[in-house]
């Protein structure tokens, strides 16, 4: 059955031939529920009677928006419908010729489009850089997504999920950080490929659809941090006077207690923040792994400058002075003569930290007194 928005929609820019139409339309309307009054508009407007109202309700006509095939197979998107006819926004010649000029037609033969259909719509839209407003039916320019902005997924303005966007591959894949399909499934592997960028559109999302994104999330116990492009378990920075773990300089497991001082904050923004022990020393493992890759370097002469990887991970300069804290740098590889192998560990390092915050989660008691209950160690931050 159609909406009471149909419905309205549909009505808005017809009369009723007469006054028995009027009445006739209102009250069956009134039967299934729907409050519906005619405004009266000017003369030449077109007319519509009861029969036809009725016709138009209970068969299976095209809405606004709908994508379909006419008899003669042209396909097109629908701009706007009255009883006995269609128009169309847009639409595709059987030759393959692309009309971006609304047309009006018989309303009485065409079918849905299949999916396939509606891609080749799609792509065509696409290959001319245009895209279909479903809100406002009508043409307009395509949005040329960027990194990390949160963007509507659908095929001409048909919703079928949302997702924070990652990268758009040269061959044209898009990589979302994360998504929400349509049928309510959540992926946020931080590399969920959704298909090619010319088979779907992409548009900029409204906020109540941003709050969806954000409930669907939160019911795995997940929330996506934007400025950190991150995967986060809710609850995942300790409270005041909880202990949490970091890695020092010299790649070794720290403790510390969460006092919400400015040293906390920049090391939870940096990720090297862990909520247990067991993966602060996985990441450090990490590190090493990925040290074994490069040559390890002499020491440089004193006076001369070096780099190594901070507590905030970041890569810092500083200069030789033959002091113990040089030497234990050089003895766990924490040293460089340039920047480019610190930054390519640091990558690594980065985004395997990451990958283990998607895996993780929070499940530390609130009471005090009560010693947490740790499950499976890669599980547990």
């Known amino acids: ?22 009445l006739a339309i209102e009250g069956y309307c009134r039967r299934i529920g729907f409050n519906i009054s005619f405004i009266h508009k000017p003369e030449n407007t077109q007319k519509i009677t009861f029969k036809d109202f009725v016709d138009w309700f209970e068969n299976d006509l095209a809405t606004k928006n709908d994508i379909i095939v006419l008899s003669c197979g ?3 998107v629908v701009k706007k419908t009255t009883y006995n006819k269609i128009i169309l926004g847009a639409y595709i010649k059987t030759n393959g010729e692309f009309i971006d000029t609304q047309i009006e037609v018989k309303a009485d033969s065409f079918r849905a489009a299949n999916q396939n259909e509606r891609i080749y719509l799609q792509e065509a839209f696409n290959q001319r850089n245009i895209a279909w407003n479903r809100f406002k039916s009508k043409i307009i320019r395509r949005l040329d997504p960027q990194h990390n902005q949160q963007l509507r997924i659908t095929i001409l303005g048909d919703k079928i999920g949302l997702g924070v966007l990652r990268e758009i591959k040269k061959n044209g894949d898009v990589i979302m950080y994360c998504c929400l399909k349509i049928n309510g499934t959540v992926h946020y592997s931080l590399y969920e ?15 109540p659809e941003r709050r969806i994104f954000a409930e669907e999330l939160a019911k795995f116990g997940k929330v996506w941090n934007g400025k950190l492009k991150r995967i986060e378990p809710i609850n995942y920075r300790a409270d005041l006077g909880q202990t ?36 602060c020393e996985k990441i450090i493992e990490v590190f090493h792994s990925e040290r074994k890759r490069y040559p390890i370097q002499n020491r440089c002469t004193q006076g001369s400058i070096y780099y190594f990887i901070n507590e905030n991970w970041e890569i810092q300069e500083t200069v030789e002075n033959n002091k113990p804290k040089d030497s234990k740098l050089h003895n766990t590889g924490n040293y460089f003569s340039e920047t480019y192998i610190p930054q390519c560990i640091l990558t690594v390092v980065t985004e395997e930290r990451k990958k283990q915050l998607v895996k993780c989660y929070i499940d530390f008691p609130k009471k005090r007194g009560r010693k947490p209950k740790m499950k499976d160690p890669y599980k547990s931050i």
């Open 193 to 207: 490929n959704i298909g090619n960028k010319e088979q779907i559109q992409l548009e900029v999302p409204s906020f």
């Open 74 to 76: 042209t396909i097109g």
């Open 1 to 22: 059955m159609k909406s009471k928005k149909e419905v309205a929609t549909f009505l808005q820019s017809l009369n009723p031939l007469d006054l028995i139409d009027e």
């Open 244 to 279: 949490f773990t970091f890695i020092n300089m010299f790649w070794e497991v720290e403790v510390s207690s969460e006092q919400r001082r400015q040293k906390n904050q920049i090391l939870f923004k940096s990720s090297n923040y862990f909520r247990t022990r067991e993966n």
